[in-house]
């Protein structure tokens, strides 16, 4: 049975969301040769691995990504201490990329799930997102001896605050996004470095394909591929033609355009349309 995605979890499950610490003491941001930049991405699935033997924390959790193949980071201590006793009972709790960051420390957040998480960790995150939001819905200008440099001053803040936060909420809402082409899954290991004879030695479905190809897809080779991962080279009469053939894990979305806006730009139509 297929999991229900991260919007359908959220509305039907009790939730917080947590930074990410010791972001650049791991992982994080590393370069690896199969997926390329271990960077998550929002409603990716994380792994929470408990510590007890921590000779720092007793409470820690560590956050792993991938199948617990690269470890991100782990819980801030303040949290740990309230999530560690319900991963030690056994609890199953999940976890999910809330935003993957930008490289940076503590830029990267997860969303827990769990109708036993801690009411007053649960409580923080909810006043928190409450605040923010009924922040940026207000529009009224509270000191009528404010200046109009100041008014608009304001208003430019308030507007800003209002587009950061909706481009947070674009994915939740927006849940089978075209404006990201999906990514092929990886072709199988034993081709890598492999000379391939024909097209239709390559598995159906798998994201192995040339560059012009890759680009009609939606997507570019990323800038520190040296290589690429198969090649294909065949008789063509008295011509003899061979192909590079770079894999899923070697390319990247191309940046948004206006026919594939960006999380805030598409937040900055909708504040400009007010459909919100």
């Known amino acids: 049975m297929q999991e229900p995605d991260l919007k359908q979890i959220l509305n039907e499950n009790k939730w917080a ?36 033997d921590n000779k720092y924390d007793h409470n820690a959790v560590e956050i792993w990504w991938r199948d617990a193949r690269f470890q991100l980071g782990h819980v ?36 827990l799930v769990h109708d036993d998480i801690p009411d007053g ?3 923080r995150s909810v006043d928190e997102a409450a605040e923010e939001l009924y922040s940026w819905m207000d529009t009224r200008d509270q000191d009528p001896e ?17 587009m950061a936060i909706l481009a947070t909420f674009i994915p939740l809402m927006f849940t089978n996004d075209e404006r990201d082409p999906e990514l092929p899954p990886e072709p199988p290991r034993s081709l890598r470095g492999k000379t391939i004879g024909w097209w239709d030695q390559i598995p159906d479905g798998a994201g192995l394909m040339t560059k012009t190809a890759w680009s009609e897809a939606g997507f570019n080779i990323k800038r520190r591929v040296k290589k690429p991962f198969a090649w294909i080279e065949y008789s063509n009469g008295r011509r003899f033609v061979r192909y590079d053939l770079y894999a899923s894990s070697q390319v990247t979305p191309k940046k948004p355009t206006k026919k594939r806006p960006s999380d805030r730009q ?5 504040i400009n349309d007010e459909v919100m």
């Open 17 to 52: 969301i947590t930074s990410i610490a010791g972001l650049q003491f791991y992982d994080y941001d590393e370069d690896d040769e199969l997926i390329g930049s271990i960077r998550p991405a929002h409603g990716d699935r994380v792994q929470l691995v408990r510590r007890p």
């Open 266 to 270: 598409l937040a900055k139509k909708l």
């Open 146 to 162: 404010q200046t109009v440099d100041e008014i608009i001053q304001r208003r430019n803040a308030t507007r800003e605050r209002r």
């Open 121 to 123: 960790w649960y409580t």
């Open 76 to 111: 801030p201590r303040r949290e740990a201490a309230e999530l560690a006793p319900l991963l030690d009972s056994g609890a199953n709790v999940r976890g999910y990329i809330w935003t993957g960051g930008d490289g940076q420390a503590w830029t990267a957040q997860i969303v």
